[in-house]
């Protein structure tokens, strides 16, 4: 590399700055940082221009952490100056990029003098108020990145890095090592290039982003071949059954339209199935009504209603019964299960109540609730289930019998399974619901799940018997 | 920094009495500042001599302002003479100061943000419990812990 002797600040192009352009994540959660800035500090990782290095610590439980590229290269390719991934989205540059169908790929070139020239050429031009081709502020969000994007802030990207000694067994900093004592992860994930994250070209994580959405952007037709029904979710009081009809009638005949304003969803069926299958096929993740993004999956038929005690939820759902289970819960799941202090009071029992509707319920687990709520374990041998009000009986069984509860049970409460992939609802440890799909109206992810517990439902063999004797037969 | 006896200082008197233990430091600081630096970090590898260094000046302030065993003289003899820091000293002698581990974790000039180091922050208030500072390896040197 050149040789840096500060002559000129202006002529060489080093760049300097008032505030650092950063996402969300790696400003932290504290809304009070102190930041220290020094001008020229270090040299951009791209570019390798010197620029003004800012560096804080994004929340008490984080390292510090410090802008790594100058903010030229990170308009270029409109990312954070810290974690290089897209400021709007949160995205990684080449998943970003594929998404949109951009490319600022070629325009800019990578090695050496070509480079630097390129960096300072731009710097210049935007110093003098030139207006580049920036394409990044025109750039109409797709439904492919809508669905990949990053909602909330990331922060467990702040924590502290891996002990390094630890990992050989040799930390003799003991309890005042500020850095991570745990095993590193190791796989394909880890062997990043920030060079190749920039650029866009050859990432891991990408590749296995775009992977993932590839396969979630199918919506799978239902074995059943007479259901003609699709189920939109998201609704609420603004649309109309015009608006809907409007949407739909293109694919083909639209036998009925039915709204449930009270659960914000509706039901779409049409005369045939290919009308159905078209519709899906096309709204699947565009479905936008009044400006309204709406959720669309197949509708799943009413199942038989079994007899239990307690409340009846497949009853009480007695809209159409076309709903798919998971999609239930999902709606239930809608108001953000966190714990904070205005939850509504428990509905009251004569409107249908869910365990994923009681507020304390959502992801906080806490072992005699946790135990009490896998309800129909009463091989949970503990007492908790005499604790808990009486809980309201779950759905009937799916159809390959899998219930979560002896699953549940080998883990300790507060882990939470990282299980199948969780598009369509909160993690299932939590939970009694099962999140099992319709039949067919989704990839079946528990089949990976089942195995898991077979092992361990193997101990817990006298629960897993007592659970299904309880159970009412199958549909 | 005087080791050895010469014919041109003049120690006062009580001098023999002081003589073996400050000899003894001066050991434990030779030895400090001849260990290897194999295992050690870059700035552990000077804690030591801070911490020799505090000791030292230390076991004179103790004998003079707190027990009252040695004359004025005699204290002034082993400032000048270096066996203890006049300045640290000067530190202890303000309240809030008592414990002060060195001079450097008070210096904001050292410290980003202008503040002071971590050691000087008394337990109950910080967030972790466990800290060695960076200066000098000092684990708290506020005067309440």
């Known amino acids: ?475 | 920094m005087p080791k050895v006896k010469t014919n041109r200082v003049k120690y006062p008197e009580g001098w023999e009495l002081i003589e073996p233990t400050l000899r003894e430091l001066d050991a434990k600081m030779r030895e400090a500042e001849t260990d290897s630096h194999d295992g050690k970090r870059k700035c552990e590898t000077l804690w030591p001599i801070f911490k020799v260094s505090h000791q030292r000046s230390r076991y004179v302030y103790d004998l003079y302002y707190r027990r009252e065993e040695i004359s004025k003289e005699l204290y002034e003899f082993c400032l000048d003479q270096g066996y203890a820091d006049r300045s640290l000293i000067a530190k202890w002698k303000k309240s809030g100061y008592e414990r002060l581990c060195c001079l450097r974790c008070i210096q904001p000039r050292d410290h980003n943000y202008g503040t002071t180091c971590v050691c000087r922050v008394p337990k109950h208030l910080r967030e972790e419990k466990v800290v060695e500072c960076v200066h000098c390896g000092c684990q708290g040197c506020a005067s309440g812990d």
């Open chain 1, 1 to 475: 590399m050149a040789h840096r002797i500060l002559r000129d600040h202006e002529a060489d192009g080093w760049e300097r700055s008032d505030f650092p352009i950063i996402c969300e994540s790696c400003l932290g959660d504290n809304p009070y940082v102190r930041m220290t800035k020094a001008d020229y500090d270090k040299e951009c990782k791209i570019c390798t221009r010197p620029f003004t290095v800012f560096r804080w610590r994004p929340g008490r439980n984080a390292r510090y952490k410090k802008t790594e590229i100058c903010q030229t290269c990170c308009k270029l390719k409109n990312v954070c100056q810290v974690c290089l991934l897209d400021l709007e989205y949160g995205l990684p540059v080449q998943v970003r990029d594929t998404a949109l169908n951009i490319s600022t790929h070629d325009s800019i070139p990578k090695s050496d003098v070509n480079r630097e020239y390129f960096a300072e050429e731009h710097d210049r031009k935007t110093r003098a108020g030139l207006d580049y081709e920036s394409s990044f502020g025109k750039m109409r969000p797709n439904d492919t990145i809508l669905k990949l994007q990053r909602t909330t802030p990331y922060y467990k990207r702040n924590q502290a890095h891996v002990c390094s000694f630890y990992i050989r067994g040799e930390c003799t900093r003991g309890a005042e090592c500020p850095y991570r004592h745990e095993m590193p992860e190791t796989g394909e994930l880890s062997q990043q290039n920030i060079k190749d994250r920039y650029y866009g070209v050859n990432d891991p994580v990408a590749m296995k982003l775009l992977g993932k959405a590839g396969e979630m952007g199918t919506l799978e037709s239902p074995e059943d071949e007479s259901i003609k029904t699709l189920y939109i979710g998201g609704l609420n009081s603004r649309i109309l059954e015009q608006d809907i009809r409007d949407q739909f009638y293109a694919y083909g005949e639209v036998e009925s339209i039915r709204i449930l304003a009270e659960k914000a969803c509706a039901f779409v069926t049409y005369t045939t199935r290919e009308g159905a299958e078209k519709a899906a096929q096309e709204l699947s993740n565009r479905l936008v009504v009044n400006g309204q993004r709406l959720k669309l999956t197949w509708g799943r038929p009413q199942a038989p209603r079994p007899d239990q005690d307690g409340s009846n939820q497949q009853g009480s759902v007695a809209h159409s019964g076309l709903l798919p289970r998971a999609v239930i819960s999902q709606q239930h799941n809608q108001p953000p299960p966190m714990q904070y202090y205005m939850h509504p009071p428990p509905p009251n029992q004569d409107k249908p109540y869910y365990p994923s509707m009681d507020p304390q319920r959502m992801g906080a687990v806490i072992s005699t609730q946790e135990a009490g709520g896998s309800s129909t374990s009463e091989n949970s041998g503990a007492s908790s289930s005499s604790y808990m009000m009486p809980p309201p009986q779950p759905y009937p069984p799916p159809p390959y019998g899998y219930m979560p509860s002896p699953y549940q049970q080998q883990y300790p409460p507060n882990h939470h399974h990282p299980g199948p992939m969780h598009h369509y609802g909160p993690p299932p440890a939590a939970y009694q619901y099962p999140q099992q799909p319709g039949p067919g109206s989704r990839p079946p992810p528990p089949a990976s799940v089942v195995s898991a517990p077979t092992p361990d439902s193997a101990p817990t063999g006298s629960g897993a018997p007592s659970v299904s004797s309880q159970e009412p037969p199958a549909q």
